[in-house]
């Protein structure tokens, strides 16, 4: 036995090491519930990391006009080797500890992984880590008597941060910001939205900027009574879907980016001496125990996204049930990032807070790149449906057989739980570039509520019938006016819907059809259509999506699909963009902006000459006419 037995309510759970003859007698005792195979270990390499001894050394290959986002917290200490070449500007404003620099350690590890990204990622043989983002450091937060990160008591945080936000954009031109931090008294109740959400979205509406905030997190999950590991596993899966697990104010931002996190690792580090080894209660990848969950303000996506932000795992005193407890630093679980001392280079943390920094890195990347290609700054719109474009689950059958608890309906909602739990999946930077397998579509527009857009997508044929797996998705994001005296809070509501085997004079005709009516009458108009004619397989469903400001819909086949889709004859999708007013407002007659993003990937070496097919086809916008051109991200 690897340590004494863990005892629960219903179950006693140990791990073994056994050999073949021992584990085959141990599968046949009824005794035995379920038997697990080993999990994947923690890396030596990343235990290495948070040695006094390690020392690392930074590759700084960044520009003047290197990606740039600030972050919103502790302070960070930029003496570190690895921060002291990257910090753009600093400034405090909390003005407790008279200092920029991080005397809590939060905001530098923040800062880290807003900079490098992924830590597990370096050149291990030389301890080189290369850096991609440059830093801004506001400081809005100091360290209280609990060693915790905590705000001012003389000013609300939503003056402070509105206060770093505007110094940063208005002096030094940034427009991506980190804020991992909530405020635990005030958990959404599915009403309102909240104040300091509310003040966030005033802030990115008219700034034109991106906030990326962590979900919250729930310190002490409960611990459920159970009959096997696998029933612990999704029983804590589950009750992610429970109140006690809802998002705090300010993650229900309709118009930044929220992050829930998801596990790097499963397998915690035993103690040296003899006793209970410590239990993980899912593998890699699934939802950490205590990540805050979905919906956002009229049951929009939140969080958009999931990434890595550790994990927990179950200690336990010898004297039984009484005595388990979570253990939430558990050195093989957390998510390596930088120390802030000179005692060692590397710090494990865990929670949502660093989930967060994960996509503001690729958030930041992706801003540089857009406004390289296009010779003038992205909106924030196009931003947020790159970002969208790259987003995959990482465990998608573990969402997939969540069950919300006390669920009393006759049909399973698997795809709104498995969106309450991760979002649209984690983003990575395959849209940062464009490779010969991974090309992207890209366009700004704006519309005039109740008219429409039509974009004429290419679809070569030669990529639905390449041996591959093969993917299209399609983001799209808009920014309107909000109105926190509003139940209804966002005043337009648009949404895109995807249309095969039909033409532009057909779809036209029939939502101008529709147009003629009212409201009820035209959606049954647009509903037969877009039953008899839409592409099924994009999913989630329009109507899924129709309450968020940031929607993603994908498509995906294996090597042998595709025929669904293909059409030689007319080798398009149509993606009709529309969308209505949902209460009086000042700027109600203003076109609402929007950007839409289309990205077509495959996996494998095959050369299809995918860009060279989609240049010839990509005339894709119409409206009455053609208008400008779709662009092709390079």
């Not at 490779?435 to 527009?445: Q, R, S, V």
Request: proline content about 5%.
């Amino acid at each position: 036995m690897l340590g004494d037995l863990f005892e629960l309510e219903n179950i006693l759970l140990g791990r073994a090491e056994v050999n073949e003859f021992t584990l085959n007698s141990l599968l046949d005792l009824e005794l035995i519930a379920s038997v697990d195979l080993p999990m994947t270990s923690s890396s030596v390499e990343t235990y290495e990391l948070y040695g006094s001894d390690f020392v690392p050394r930074v590759n700084n290959t960044l520009s003047d006009n290197a990606p740039i986002a600030c972050v919103l917290d502790s302070g960070v200490y930029s003496g570190h080797k690895l921060l002291s070449s990257l910090i753009a500007a600093e400034n405090d404003f909390d003005v407790t500890e008279n200092t920029t620099t991080d005397l809590n350690g939060h905001g530098t590890g923040i800062a880290g992984i807003v900079a490098y990204g992924d830590f597990t990622d370096f050149d291990r043989e030389n301890k080189i880590f290369t850096p991609l983002v440059k830093i801004c450091n506001g400081k809005v937060m100091h360290n209280d008597d609990r060693r915790n990160p905590a705000y001012s008591v003389d000013e609300r945080p939503e003056i402070i941060i509105e206060k770093a936000v505007r110094y940063f954009y208005d002096t030094y031109n940034c427009r991506i910001f980190n804020l991992s931090s909530g405020d635990t008294d005030r958990v959404y109740d599915g009403g309102r939205q909240m104040p300091w959400a509310y003040s966030l979205d005033l802030l990115q509406k008219e700034l034109d900027i991106v906030i990326v905030v962590s979900a919250g997190n729930v310190s002490y999950p409960e611990i459920p009574d159970v009959g096997t590991r696998s029933e612990l596993c999704e029983k804590i899966r589950d009750n992610l879907l429970t109140p006690k697990h809802r998002l705090l104010d300010p993650a229900t931002t309709a118009l930044g980016i929220t992050v829930g996190a998801i596990t790097r690792y499963a397998a915690p580090e035993s103690p040296s001496s003899s006793g209970t080894a410590p239990v993980s209660v899912g593998n890699e990848n699934y939802p950490s125990v205590f990540t805050r969950t979905g919906f956002g303000v009229n049951k929009a996506v939140k969080p958009e996204f999931a990434d890595y932000g550790g994990n927990f795992c179950l200690t336990q005193m010898p004297r039984g049930n009484n005595h388990t407890r979570w253990q939430p630093n558990n050195k093989a679980l957390l998510e390596p990032t930088l120390n802030n001392t000179t005692e060692k280079a590397f710090k494990g943390y865990v929670g949502t807070n660093f989930a967060a920094p994960h996509v503001t890195h690729i958030t930041a990347r992706i801003e540089k790149s857009l406004e390289k290609q296009m010779g003038h700054r992205p909106s924030a719109n196009l931003i947020r449906a790159v970002l969208a474009n790259s987003a995959k689950y990482t465990q998608e059958e573990w969402l997939e057989g969540s069950n919300e608890p006390n669920f009393t309906g006759e049909k399973r909602k698997i795809q709104e739980w498995k969106m309450r739990l991760s979002g649209y999946g984690k983003v990575d930077d395959s849209t940062i570039s464009s490779t010969f397998n991974n090309i992207t579509l890209f366009a700004e527009d704006e519309l005039t509520l109740r008219d429409l857009d039509l974009y004429k997508i290419p679809i070569p044929p030669e990529f639905l019938t390449v041996k591959a797996n093969k993917r299209i998705t399609i983001s799209f994001a808009y920014n309107p006016p909000i109105r926190l005296s509003r139940q209804a809070y966002i005043s337009n509501s648009l949404h895109f819907e995807v249309f095969k085997d039909t033409d532009e004079e057909e779809l036209l005709k029939y939502k101008a059809k529709s147009a003629e009516h009212k409201d009820e009458e035209a959606d049954e108009i647009m509903k037969k259509y877009t039953e008899k004619h839409s592409a099924q397989k994009f999913t989630p469903g329009s109507t899924t999506l129709n309450k968020s400001t940031l929607q993603q819909r994908m498509y995906e086949n294996t090597a042998k699909g595709g025929k669904d889709l293909l059409n030689e004859q007319n080798p398009y999708l149509y993606v009709l963009v529309t969308g209505k007013e949902k209460f009086a407002h000042p700027d109600e007659k203003s076109p609402q902006p929007y950007a839409i993003a289309i990205t077509y990937s495959y996996d494998g070496d095959t050369d299809i000459l995918l860009r060279q097919k989609l240049l010839e086809q990509a005339n894709v916008k119409i409206k009455d006419r053609i208008k400008t051109p779709i662009q092709l991200k390079l």
